[in-house]
């Protein structure tokens, strides 16, 4: 749970020509015995921000977001911390992104009492952004349908979503084409497209959901790093019943072929 800071701000009345004191922003410089000592560049970050020097602040706090190994609860609190940021300096869009970013690494994030109103309007804002994100995620594929079948499950409580698409292409790099996927209700389904002549190949796909202006919502995969699969149409060789029973035969006639050859001669 964030642990309130408040900025220290000018105890004189603000003057005409003196823009109105910034709101507190929550930054826990104060810790309990059982909170680990905060990175130096994080100290450095909240100490810029009591100061008032919020660009400087934000330079620091995207220092300490550049280490990906921070820890998750530390993180998510420096997350919205930049989040207020953002907004005491009236970037919303930033804002906004970066409390949501908190809430993805720590979904348990709270505020304390006491928290100014528009901290916690932000945080709900970041609350409801999360509960209507659309969401897509790969699912196996049932063992009676064919291998180059990409199901999908497309969680859509707002239902934003015109259309489901799966993008397709032989090599990694692209290009990527785009075939409409069908769907009924969160399932949907589509198939990769056989190169002509082929009877196994290399795909690789992603699969994305749009909305009616064609904006991308959410992705399962991606052209960065998509999902590969090896697509074998005809049952390989080895597979094939006939061939086994015709090599016994094969196999039965030579040995005969071989019994007889090598019979002594006079031999019953």
Same mark, same amino acid.
């Given at each position: 749970?964030?642990?309130?800071?408040?900025?220290?701000?000018?105890?004189?009345?603000?003057?005409?020509?003196?823009? $109105?004191?910034?709101?507190?922003?929550?930054?826990?410089?104060?810790?309990?015995?059982?909170?680990?000592?905060?990175?130096?560049?994080?100290?450095?970050?909240?100490?810029?921000?009591?100061?008032?020097?919020?660009?400087?602040?934000?330079?620091?706090?995207?220092?300490?977001?550049?280490?990906?190994?921070?820890?998750?609860?530390?993180?998510?609190?420096?997350?919205?911390?930049?989040?207020?940021?953002?907004?005491?300096?009236?970037?919303?869009?930033?804002?906004?992104?970066?409390?949501?970013?908190?809430?993805?690494?720590?979904?348990?994030?709270?505020?304390?009492?006491?928290? $100014?109103?528009?901290?916690?309007?932000?945080?709900?804002?970041?609350?409801?952004?999360?509960?209507?994100?659309?969401?897509?995620?790969?699912?196996?594929?049932?063992?009676?349908?064919?291998?180059?079948?990409?199901?999908?499950?497309?969680?859509?409580?707002?239902?934003?979503?015109?259309?489901?698409?799966?993008?397709?292409?032989?090599?990694?790099?692209?290009?990527?084409?785009?075939?409409?996927?069908?769907?009924?209700?969160?399932?949907?389904?589509?198939?990769?497209?056989?190169?002509?002549?082929?009877?196994?190949?290399?795909?690789?796909?992603?699969?994305?959901?749009?909305?009616?202006?064609?904006?991308?919502?959410?992705?399962?995969?991606?052209?960065?790093?998509?999902?590969?699969?090896?697509?074998?149409?005809?049952?390989?060789?080895?597979?094939? $019943?006939?061939?086994?029973?015709?090599?016994?035969?094969?196999?039965?006639?030579?040995?005969?072929?071989?019994?007889?050859?090598?019979?002594?001669?006079?031999?019953?």
């Amino acid at each position: 749970m964030l642990l309130p800071l408040t900025f220290c701000l000018l105890a004189a009345a603000p003057s005409p020509r003196a823009p $109105p004191p910034p709101p507190a922003v929550p930054s826990p410089s104060s810790t309990t015995s059982t909170d680990v000592p905060a990175p130096p560049v994080l100290v450095q970050a909240r100490r810029l921000a009591e100061d008032l020097r919020f660009e400087e602040a934000v330079v620091e706090y995207q220092r300490y977001l550049g280490d990906a190994s921070r820890p998750t609860r530390e993180r998510a609190r420096a997350l919205f911390e930049l989040a207020v940021l953002h907004q005491v300096l009236a970037d919303q869009v930033n804002a906004l992104k970066r409390a949501v970013e908190a809430l993805e690494a720590y979904p348990a994030l709270t505020l304390p009492p006491g928290t $100014p109103a528009k901290q916690v309007s932000l945080l709900e804002a970041a609350q409801k952004q999360l509960r209507a994100r659309v969401k897509v995620d790969l699912i196996p594929r049932e063992e009676s349908e064919p291998p180059s079948r990409v199901r999908a499950k497309v969680s859509d409580p707002d239902q934003r979503s015109r259309a489901i698409l799966l993008r397709h292409a032989l090599a990694s790099e692209g290009p990527y084409w785009s075939s409409p996927m069908s769907c009924r209700g969160e399932q949907c389904a589509g198939d990769l497209p056989q190169p002509t002549s082929a009877s196994a190949y290399n795909a690789w796909y992603y699969v994305e959901a749009n909305d009616s202006d064609g904006n991308t919502l959410a992705r399962a995969a991606g052209p960065d790093a998509p999902m590969q699969v090896v697509v074998q149409l005809d049952k390989p060789w080895f597979s094939n $019943p006939l061939i086994w029973v015709g090599g016994a035969a094969l196999l039965v006639g030579a040995a005969s072929v071989a019994f007889v050859a090598t019979k002594p001669q006079g031999a019953p």
